[in-house]
């Protein structure tokens, strides 16, 4: 399924904040651009309805005639991101309540509560009011609905809900005393109403960890399934009057508070908002954007925000140097994406994000380094049209991601506090990443018999299902890779007891007895059979149940000599467990001998060099993508046309600083 | 306008706190170290005042009677800066919320919110009461109205009296809404009472910043404002009975939340309290003293507190060395002192400041270095006598620091959050103090046509009436010098759009496109004619419309070759343009560049030597200050005679360690 | 008086979490551990009483029961340090308010307002009922109060009890206006109605300071005897049925908020809950050993809680090496336990306590080696029998340990951030551990005429009482060591006037004039005769008035050659004090000196190796521990038998890795 006809190129445009004699002036620079579209109505609430009873529709209807007339394609934003002042001050009760239960009273955005009964109302009723009003465009492509969906709500209503969806999930109180095992100090509760949100009033930990990881639990995936219960209130009050079009909503990389796959399957397509820190690593940017296209199994995503040069709310927000911005948009395709987007196409004359830069900034029309590069990228995607809409990535490797891990395994007080889920995944991703082999970010419930390869790093909690497909998958003939502080608990947060990692001993052929923490500082040798490495963060102390070793602990430790990495021939199959964070040495030397089974081949290419592959029915293509500013000569293997400058390749390369080819192979 | 006859030595005194019978000790000690002055009654309300109805003068009648008695010029205090406890309890009003939201309760001091009816009933009322009763005194030489006024507060009645404030700024919502851009995030008001003040519960945000600049600069102004009112609450109050005795309030430097040039307009004289800490630098004292000289235009101060030996506040309370007090008491002077005054002359016996130091210590009456160092003071300040009152210091270089900027550029959410205003401010300063050129801190407002030079760096609020001055100023032969993010918003905190500078592109003959940002660990070198520096903080990417390059930047960035200080020739005058934070040897170099066009000469001087001037009708004073615990030696085109020591000096000159030379010019 | 008949060796239990087929397995792997006890219902309120009226104790009599038939001794909680559900959901005033004035709800533990009826009322009922079930049992062995009792509360019920006791301390207002000298800040109060609790709202400081340390203080004090009546109501329900089975609650070293010594008094026996970090010095575990045996003048304590292998709350939670639980166990045993328990038998399985080690942990029924470690030591230990019950340490020097001064000390504004109680106290007491001389922790009333040497430093807060007990002592020979930041300040944290160090000036024959305050990175030579050290922290200027200087200040400030370290003939006795913060150089030269006039021999041995002495009525023993994984040869005076091995030992010993021998010596 293509969504879109051509590639979206344009961003978030907010016209509503100008004169109208400036949107003529705005038009003529972005149709010079060959920008096609653009992002309108994403906060507008204040303005659309200034009170409980009055819509008001007349400069959004301007602003729509305008794009209609330039024939530009429209992703019509929702507004609800942020509340209208009235509402907050009349209806105290949309308002949310903070971690520390301090109820919030009137300001910044996202600041609605998700169960608010009157926000509940409103937000649906005015997506159907915008639907009714502007769901048969033609020009109409994509309903973005709210804006950067995040945060928690403690608040009364809260709690409400909280008790009602703890009722429909355990039914009795009983069962929620076991599944959060209550008797732990005396929790046990004989009523729903005894049931209070964890926050820093209950049982939440200003660090981040909970006392009750099971309730804090429920009430993340409460949290996230009530803020998507918003997204699916104003869907549907979409629906009642536009079938057909895409909606989606915009996410944020790792943004921990939503189950972003949960979320996904909500949407009719994934956009998310790239903001790279000046320090990034190029392998996290990248892992995001798979994680973004693994949301709904491969499916091309939109780019739906990237700042033209540089962002405001970092501590130093440097600029991007001449090349990046055009560098960092392709880098996004190379992943996955069908749009290249903006936030935003005017940079705003005042409040929080007026030095947030934009395609048009505060000079105006005027000659800029930004709207040249801007210009030139709009000519190179006009160029390549459709013909990299809806392209796959053909990886075998699958990286499971998933939120109740990202969420249990942080809530869990010990063993180290450097133990953090992301650093975790990413840890695995660039070993793969710096190998140029094709990788997907999967969610748990997946289908792993796709890949040779499954990567499931800290897998921290697991159900006796999942378990039991990680099991087939092996027996079937894959090689399923996992580490410490694997198979721990079940979908409660209690323990899978007789010994470590619970459902995962027998496919791994091993029981851990112990494992020792440290700091990051402290490094233990790992010895492989011809080379070595070093580990830190935990130190798995593992019996062999079937398993070989494959390294050991060097000396330091009284678990010297004993294994720390093993694989398991299981069925067919063959299981990993690394007992302790590798340093990039080992990664290196484990990932070789576990790539050793499969068909796949390792390109190392020179540092800040990148090569991404995407296939769809118009052919294959090969992204070469240079991240440093400096031009750069690469030997590889590839036969094809860079679709940017028509020219023929063969092997041998010059890449540009920050320079891309997109070569579609012969 | 000479405000004292004599300079005023002393300090407070609290005899509120201690038996009568130890008050004639104290004054035999005072007079020892010839002393003429007491400020008193700074914390006696809730001894003063019990209940609503009692006023209570007994103890402060015998107090004054017994200053009188002994020839003591009187500082009166009001006593208003602490509530009574019982006022707190029956009038919870007067109580401050804070930041969080979080009303108070009872507890240290400047805890009253300024706009509680309570409060503000009652304050004025006690400094009535005071007045009339000591007003006619000869004795009293000046009021010191509360103490050291400070914080903010955010409670229901501020809120109230901040909708009434806009209301009289801006009459209209669609002005309020216009002034703030609250199209952003669709933040737009349709009735007052929907303004909420911008906290934690609103729009503020804990690490100072805002999401609505405007709002909260307004709240900034507001408070301020709210907090000027009680002062002149209390001092229309006092004029009731006393017409004519000076009145004051005790400031503290560059304090971020009260708009001291505003503030100062209302006292008669300024008076401050200095508290370095054991590494303040010295530039930074200086520059604190010519502040609060600067607010009222270059009249003298009263320097109200100053602590005899350690503070107890600080996270290392070092001892002054032996000279250091006095060191720094002519320090003061030397910058623009009347005073000299202590904080405090009796230590107390118990709370929270029991470990600062004073004239008499915890040991009573008894020989110490203290006491002896400030008899010695004494003595001296004794035999100068009235010579150097209200003496003035001839500076041609004017510094502008604005307390608007202040606020607006901190609240900016970028660019660079090392980027500091009064650190800036500093910047500039030192490069003039390590020259030894007098130089003026001038509000924005000030008349700029007596300066040969006005500084400006960080002008990044700038309306354009200021604008205009300056660009008139500089016609008119100025030299102007201004710096990276200047002239970017108005008075509004919105962007000047068409480029930036601003207003300042024309006089600065340039247009700044962009500005990159990084960590003060980076440097980018900055290459002069002949020599070069390094920038950081923030490098402009500059485009001369008029202006010469006069630095461009070295290798590293893509801005390399491009102009980072521009020199344009407006009128007959000079403008600066500095586009980076430079490093002292770029400064050395800009300066020496600028000045030249000047008839100010550099004076170079050994580290921690310090040389000032002040001018009379009996003279023009020099003075030489060693900051240092070491003697120095230093040529010097001086020839006078040492007021101190009534030695001739002529050009060699030996500074003893902690010396302190004033010299009558002959 | 012998608490116990043997050893007790067993730990926390709490069958209550689990499935009752699980518990035959426990008390199987128990019993092959040679245990002897278990504490048992320590939190399980919630399951005994689901409601205001109904008791329910059937689960805790089949484990009482189970423990009974398999002759286990008993140690029984109470279980009232958490809170029902059900209560703190019906009685809102059961649950804290905290620092910031924020009401809890519920959750975590130790939640309970101590001064709320409800509780009080509870919590005694469900103690009286359990003593009513239990108290007659003969394997009854200690009631287990509460648990690690902690926290502060200031919610308005803490207020109105707060106003009572000091109601009853001073009877005035006017009392209480002159112990917290409230003239300072105007904060004098008319009516008891008008204080409210020291918390944020108030006078206290988040960073812990105080803006009257005498409210601050006394709000410790109460809070430490409310929290202290809360173990006196339950005890005095379980002595209406059980008059004789010793009482304790389980304490944690050096918790600040309650004072011990005090606490103690209401206790028969002390127990505490060891859990060093993995970098905790071995002298500071030696020393909190001391301190629990010091808290009911050298009795045996019980060591209720360590952990057998991690613990889990720690930011780094390292494995007990093998052997190191065993050696920490003895570590225990040979500073005065006369119980080795562990928290926990068995590992949750849920919660926040998950990955805190067990004797029985996840895997269940395995051979591991925590079991093993267990074991061995369970066989020792039945092996020892009774032979070291209730020893006792024969030590002469005496080191003050006190709460008031550990509050009011760190209450004090100035003069220095890093100046901590407890790092003051251990700065002294390793100085003493590293020459291996016995040494006990005594609290300020103890009786000092039974040591040779006292120890004060940093004795901040004195009262006359203690004063004179100091001269007295010091009269009649002893030996009296004081410090820089000692007898400054009275029971009310009043100065005492006239001089520091107060009380103490005549004893120590000086006068210290002022004290001069540094970061911990400054150092101060000092020299003594013939060696030198460096001071840092503090440095007071000190006169001698009839002391001698046997050290002073080198070069670097002002008061070089000044005395920083001095000795006073004081009687028959000696003074020194002690005028900075010495590093380890300086504290062996001025020991050696201060040593050389009693019998008291140091023996230094390498690094890891302590020894200690305890005698009974057996005999006396010496206890050689290994601290270090690594095996040690010493040569030493020691003729015996080691307890463990019945090998005769003379002088020559190597000890294993975490080595221990418990030599009776011949």
């Known amino acids: 399924m293509a969504v879109f006809k051509e590639m979206?190129?344009?961003?978030?445009?907010?016209?509503?904040?100008?004169?109208?004699?400036?949107?003529?002036?705005?038009?003529?620079?972005?149709?010079?651009?060959?920008?096609?579209?653009?992002?309108?109505?994403?906060?507008?609430w204040a303005l659309l309805q200034p009170d409980e009873s009055t819509y008001d529709f007349t400069m959004l209807d301007d602003i729509v005639e305008m794009l209609?007339?330039?024939?530009?394609?429209?992703?019509?934003?929702?507004?609800?991101?942020?509340?209208?002042?009235?509402?907050?001050?009349?209806?105290?009760?949309?308002?949310?309540t903070d971690f520390y239960g301090i109820p919030?009273?009137?300001?910044?955005?996202?600041?609605?509560?998700?169960?608010?009964?009157?926000f509940r109302k409103y937000s649906a009723r005015l997506a159907n009011k915008i639907a009714e009003r502007y769901?048969?465009?033609?020009?109409?492509v994509c309903w973005h609905i709210s804006n950067e969906y995040s945060g928690e709500c403690y608040c009364d209503n809260c709690a409400k809900a909280f008790r009602i969806w703890l009722k429909k999930k355990y039914d009795t109180i009983e069962a929620i005393n076991q599944a959060w095992n209550t008797n732990f100090?005396?929790?046990?509760?004989?009523?729903?109403?005894?049931?209070?949100?964890?926050?820093?009033?209950?049982?939440?930990?200003?660090?981040?960890?909970?006392?009750?990881?099971?309730?804090?639990?429920?009430?993340?995936?409460?949290?996230?399934?009530?803020?998507?219960?918003?997204?699916?209130?104003?869907?549907?009050?979409?629906?009642?009057?536009?079938?057909?079009?895409?909606?989606?909503a915009n996410l944020m990389g790792a943004y921990k508070p939503l189950n972003y796959f949960e979320f996904a399957k909500e949407m009719d397509i994934v956009s998310w908002d790239a903001y790279p820190s000046f320090d990034t690593p190029f392998s996290y940017s990248s892992m995001m954007h798979d994680l973004m296209r693994g949301l709904k199994d491969g499916q091309s995503f939109m780019l739906m925000e990237q700042t033209p040069n540089q962002q405001n709310w970092q501590p130093f927000n440097s600029l991007k140097r001449p090349g990046q911005m055009r560098q960092m948009s392709y880098h996004a395709v190379a992943h996955g994406a069908d749009t290249v987007q903006f936030f935003q196409l005017r940079q705003s004359v005042g409040a929080g994000e007026k030095f947030h830069s934009a395609v048009i900034g505060h000079v105006g029309n005027k000659e800029t380094r930004v709207l040249r590069e801007v210009t030139q990228l709009g000519n190179e995607l006009q160029k390549l049209g459709g013909a990299l809409l809806d392209a796959r990535t053909p990886a075998k490797i699958g990286l499971i991601f998933d939120w109740d891990n990202y969420w249990a395994l942080e809530y869990a007080i010990g063993?180290?506090?450097?133990?953090?889920?992301?650093?975790?995944?990413?840890?695995?991703?660039?070993?793969?990443?710096?190998?140029?082999?094709?990788?997907?970010?999967?969610?748990?419930?997946?289908?792993?018999?796709?890949?040779?390869?499954?990567?499931?790093?800290?897998?921290?909690?697991?159900?006796?299902?999942?378990?039991?497909?990680?099991e087939n998958y092996t027996k079937d003939g894959g090689i399923f890779v996992t580490s410490t502080m694997s198979g721990l608990v079940d979908e409660n947060d209690n323990i899978h007891l007789g010994g470590y990692p619970g459902?995962?001993?027998?496919?791994?052929?091993?029981?851990?007895?112990?494992?020792?923490?440290?700091?990051?500082?402290?490094?233990?040798?790992?010895?492989?059979?011809?080379?070595?490495?070093?580990?830190?963060?935990?130190?798995?102390?593992?019996?062999?149940e079937g398993a070989q070793a494959i390294a050991t602990y060097g000396e330091g430790e009284f678990y010297q000599g004993m294994p720390v990495i093993t694989s398991h021939s299981y069925g067919k199959g063959q299981a990993y467990y690394v007992g302790t964070m590798l340093d990039d040495q080992g990664m290196e030397t484990l990932f070789?001998?576990?790539?050793?089974?499969?068909?796949?081949?390792?390109l190392y290419l020179p540092e800040g060099i990148e090569v991404t592959e995407r296939c769809n029915d118009n052919g294959r293509f090969k992204f070469i993508l240079n991240h440093l500013g400096k031009e750069q000569q690469l030997s590889i293997d590839i036969v094809g046309q860079d679709l940017l400058t028509d020219e023929n390749v063969s092997n041998d390369l010059t890449v540009a600083p920050y320079g891309v080819k997109i070569i579609k192979l012969a």
């Open 592 to 602: 070789n001998q576990i790539l050793e089974a499969t068909t796949l081949t390792s």
């Open 135 to 140: 769901g048969h465009l033609e020009n109409l």
């Open 503 to 544: 459902p995962l001993k027998e496919v791994a052929g091993i029981w851990v007895e112990e494992f020792d923490a440290m700091p990051m500082s402290k490094k233990i040798p790992v010895h492989f059979t011809d080379t070595m490495g070093h580990g830190t963060l935990l130190c798995d102390i593992i019996h062999l």
């Open 415 to 470: 063993p180290n506090v450097e133990l953090k889920y992301v650093d975790q995944i990413h840890h695995y991703y660039k070993e793969i990443y710096k190998r140029n082999i094709p990788i997907d970010l999967i969610a748990i419930d997946s289908d792993f018999s796709q890949y040779d390869v499954i990567l499931a790093p800290c897998l921290y909690l697991l159900n006796d299902k999942t378990a039991q497909k990680i």
């Open 104 to 118: 919030h009273k009137f300001g910044h955005r996202h600041n609605a509560c998700p169960n608010s009964p009157t």
């Open 8 to 44: 979206l190129y344009g961003g978030d445009y907010n016209p509503e904040q100008w004169p109208k004699e400036i949107w003529l002036e705005d038009m003529q620079i972005f149709n010079d651009a060959k920008m096609n579209s653009a992002t309108i109505n994403v906060f507008a």
């Open 68 to 96: 209609v007339e330039n024939n530009y394609q429209i992703v019509m934003g929702t507004s609800t991101a942020a509340l209208p002042a009235w509402m907050s001050h009349r209806y105290p009760d949309v308002n949310r």
């Open 185 to 248: 100090w005396s929790h046990t509760f004989y009523s729903l109403e005894e049931i209070v949100p964890p926050n820093y009033l209950g049982d939440g930990i200003p660090n981040g960890k909970a006392s009750f990881a099971g309730l804090s639990l429920d009430y993340s995936r409460f949290n996230s399934q009530s803020i998507m219960q918003n997204f699916i209130d104003e869907r549907e009050a979409i629906r009642e009057f536009d079938p057909k079009t895409p909606v989606t």
